[in-house]
Antibody, heavy 125, light 111 residues
Framework: QVQLQESGPGLVRPSETLSLTCNVS????????WSWIRQPPGKGLEWIGY???????NSNPSLKSRVTISVDTSKNQFSLKLSSVTAADTGVYFC???????????????????WGPGILVTVSS | QSALTQPASVSGSPGQSITISCTGS?????????VSWYQQHPGKAPKLMIY???NRPSGVSNRFSGSKSANTASLTISGLRAEDEAVYYC???????????FGGGTKLTVL
């Protein structure tokens, strides 16, 4: 059964870059889309962006200029970089398997499963 | 402000049934049968409970069911148990550039 695990620093200074990696085990990263979703303390879920093994990627327009998502198929990992962070970027970051709509030209966002346990990232000096 | 509208809270007594609504538009909930529901307990990651409007993943209790009418999807939990107390989020595929939208979450309290 596929498992996901986030890793990275739990504390990031304001204006610096948040960097997280998601390790995918027991499934090939080439079979699905993979997304990052975050949750500010006490608030709801916000989709950050997705990547396909081919490198095709997209991100939330509200974050797009600061988001970089990449994939390393040799390590079965994908990563998130969020630049110029502020306190508003504090929250739990989840990596998820993003199941696409059916068909050859399937698009991501159909459902998310499984989720990594999440990693709390605090932006503070 | 979330793209999908959910009630902030619902409550019910053990054994009762409750329904959580999730209202969107023709660009998301109403336009596609790709609504999913997630259960989140405090300090835990969300867990998929329903996908494609009505389908339950393996291992999810049949007390959980989903439906949709026009632009509103619903999650019904029957035979409420204490362990069902959690926050529930809906999500839908959307034709917009973000490809997915979430509801703001509904806190279920089992009285």
């Amino acid at each position: 059964q596929v498992q996901l695990q986030e890793s990275g620093p739990g504390l990031v200074r304001p204006s610096e870059t948040l960097s997280l990696t998601c390790n995918v085990s027991d499934d090939s990263i080439t079979r699905y889309y993979w997304s990052w979703i975050r949750q500010p303390p006490g608030k709801g879920l916000e989709w950050i962006g997705y990547i396909y093994y081919s490198g095709n990627t997209n991100s939330n327009p509200s974050l797009k200029s600061r988001v970089t998502i990449s994939v390393d198929t040799s390590k079965n990992q994908f990563s998130l970089k969020l630049s110029s962070v502020t306190a508003a970027d504090t929250g739990v970051y989840f990596c998820v398997r993003d199941v696409p709509t059916p068909g050859y030209f399937g698009r991501p966002g159909r459902w998310f499963d499984p989720w990594g346990p999440g990693i709390l990232v605090t932006v503070s000096s | 402000q979330s793209a999908l509208t959910q009630p902030a809270s619902v409550s019910g007594s053990p054994g009762q049934s409750i329904t959580i609504s999730c209202t969107g538009s023709s660009s998301d909930v109403g336009g596609y049968d790709y609504v999913s529901w997630y259960q989140q307990h405090p300090g835990k990651a969300p867990k998929l409970m329903i996908y494609d409007v009505t389908n339950r993943p393996s291992g999810v209790s049949n007390r959980f069911s989903g439906s949709k009418s026009a632009n509103t999807a619903s999650l019904t939990i029957s035979g409420l148990r204490a362990e069902d107390e959690a926050v529930y989020y809906c999500s839908s595929y959307t034709s917009s550039i973000t490809h997915v939208v979430f509801g703001g979450g509904t806190k279920l309290t089992v009285l």
